[in-house]
């Protein structure tokens, strides 16, 4: 096996999209990445460290036109694999290589909540349509062992089903003081003022406006910062408004530098109702800060004592305005980097993977009638 092509909805800034440079340095196989849509920040990224990026240019859900055009690349690359990311590109990725005649195909579950994929309600045509597509692949990979359970619930047969839990670098979150300086002026910040953060894309499920809510009730010191963009921007703005905190409530739109962003938090919060994984939070426990969290199956699938500095906590406006409270009363501070954090080391990410990638290539050469490669056991 000498090449990959991973194809990915978009490639602006978030989390599935964050993990393809992570893990194209460290898999020992030469890949090229195809975005349907928006060659952004990530593309950049990914170019910079010489992966060749292809931008699609697919005008919508039900541009048809992509599959042959799909089709085409992954036929004139002579890829021995294909691994897809998000929804979109899960459908037509899958679709495309079986019609270019490439049987290792993988397709990544990052976002399957119980009611939501992707931040968008659940369909029974959504869901028909994966099925669909997923029996068109040789494997499927799952974030978490809560993902897992969600497909094997939906009818994915468990033994197509590989747990690789997503990856992150932990120095590269250690805490900068100038940093912490220069994006609290960039954002103008006023000095001491205690900063709550949150990362996310700006849709219903990821509970920020509850979090805005709540910050609207806190002391006027408190300042609450949202990276992200997505269709809930205006509304949050308003909501802000509305409740006379529209100088405490920053929106700092799409930041690459996720590090120096979490070097100007004083707290963390993930109010998500519908966490897959939640790699913001293992961010945020690397660069030393106090998370409080809605949902976070990164943290609540391992021992307590693994994670001490996260703490869940309710998803209410008022939930999440007391542990807020209780956080602020304690002043701002940095914590030791935890055990989970190291677990989750994308070097091992990229292990995994790559055991995925093999046995699923070493099928792909059997005989077509073979039995399709056993997965992953769950815990």
């Known amino acids: 096996m000498k090449r990959g092509l991973h194809i990915i909805t978009g490639l602006g800034v978030g989390g599935a999209e964050r993990q393809l440079p992570l893990l194209l340095r460290r898999l020992p196989l030469a890949c090229d990445v195809v975005t349907l849509t928006n060659a ?3 593309a950049r990224e990914l170019r910079a460290q010489g992966v ?28 021995d694999l294909v691994h897809t990311h998000l929804y979109r590109a899960c459908v037509f990725g899958r679709i495309a290589a079986r019609l270019a005649g490439v049987r290792a195909v993988v397709a990544t579950e990052h976002s399957l909540g119980a009611r939501r994929i992707e931040g968008r309600p659940l369909s029974q045509a959504t869901r028909a349509l994966y099925l669909a597509t997923e029996r068109l692949g040789a494997a499927t990979v799952a974030v978490s ?3 897992a ?19 992150i670098e932990p120095a590269a979150f250690r805490f900068d003081p100038q940093a912490r300086r220069a994006v609290r002026d960039r954002l103008g910040l006023p000095p001491g003022a205690f900063v709550v953060g949150g990362v996310g894309r700006l849709v219903p499920g990821k509970g920020f406006d509850a979090l805005v809510r709540a910050v609207g009730t806190l002391p006027e010191g408190v300042r609450l910062v949202l990276a992200g963009e997505g269709p809930e921007r205006a509304a949050l703005t308003r909501l802000a408004a509305r409740l006379g905190a529209a100088d405490r409530v920053v929106l700092a739109g799409e930041w690459p530098d996720v590090p120096g962003l979490l ?4 707290l963390f919060v993930s109010p998500s109702t519908e966490e897959t994984f939640g790699l913001a939070v293992l961010e945020a426990l690397a660069a030393g800060l106090p998370a409080l969290y809605v949902t976070c199956p990164a943290v609540d699938e391992l021992p307590r004592r693994e994670a001490p500095g996260a703490r869940r906590v309710g998803r209410s ?4 305005a007391r542990a807020v409270r209780a956080e602020l009363a304690l002043g701002p501070r940095r914590l030791p980097v935890p055990p989970a954090v190291r677990r989750y080391d994308a070097d091992r990410t990229a292990e995994r993977l790559m055991a995925v990638y093999e046995t699923v290539h070493d099928a792909a050469d059997r005989p077509a009638h073979g039995a399709a490669p056993e997965g992953l056991r769950l815990p």
């Open 40 to 42: 952004g920040a990530v």
């Open 52 to 79: 060749r990026v292809t931008h699609l240019g697919m005008a919508g859900s039900r541009d048809l036109s992509a599959l042959p055009r799909l089709t085409g690349l992954i036929r004139a690359g002579g890829y």
């Open 145 to 147: 062992a809560t993902v």
């Open 149 to 167: 359970e969600r497909l094997i619930t939906w009818g994915v047969p468990a033994r197509r089903i590989h747990v690789v839990p997503n990856g």
């Open 263 to 266: 070097a100007a938090f004083d």
């Open 317 to 320: 406006a008022a939930d999440l």
